[in-house]
């Protein structure tokens, strides 16, 4: 047990490591969804209902040269739910629960790429929600855990180790 007992300190400043490079990472962040052709893909992005009730709110594709391209936008102000549809995308906005919701269906390989909510305060004014959406195409049926549930799995490790 002694032997063994050595080689947690270097082990889980190894994991600490990871865990602190893992987390900082994440702050800024995209989460990884995998496209499966034909499928529908739902998002849900919470917002800050004191400020943003009552604001319009988009679901937008972020083009690898940066450009903004909306896809879908709501055009009411309603306080308990808003609906705008334009053709594959749907945009569900309810403010008394401060989600939205999006679905896009019918998923294409084309799709594959990066998306955002956003707060559309005007165009030149966004507020990125929660974290953007990267769609990737999966290879094979394994999907394997996505990065932030292996920092999730390390951190709680060195947490556990730590504190017995
Ligand atoms: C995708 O969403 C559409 C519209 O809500 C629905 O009619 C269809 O059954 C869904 N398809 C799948 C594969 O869930």
Sequence with gaps: QGAGQQRWPL??????LLCVSGLQAE???EEQKC???GRNLTVTCPYNINKYA?????WQRVRSNGLL???VITETRNADLNVAQAG???LEDYPTEAIIRVTMTGLQRGDAGLYQCVIHLTSQNLVILHHRIRLVQCSGLLELPSVP???FVACGFVL?????
Excluded: C, M
Excluded at 11 to 16: N, S, V
């Design 160 to 164: 556990n180790k730590g504190l017995v």
């Design 54 to 58: 009552f604001s319009l709110k988009a």
């Design 27 to 29: 702050g800024e962040s």
């Design 11 to 16: 082990l889980g400043l190894l994991l600490l």
């Design 69 to 71: 391209e909306t896809l």
């Design 88 to 90: 594959r995308y749907l």
């Design 149 to 151: 549930a292996l920092i």
């Design 35 to 37: 496209l499966q052709e």
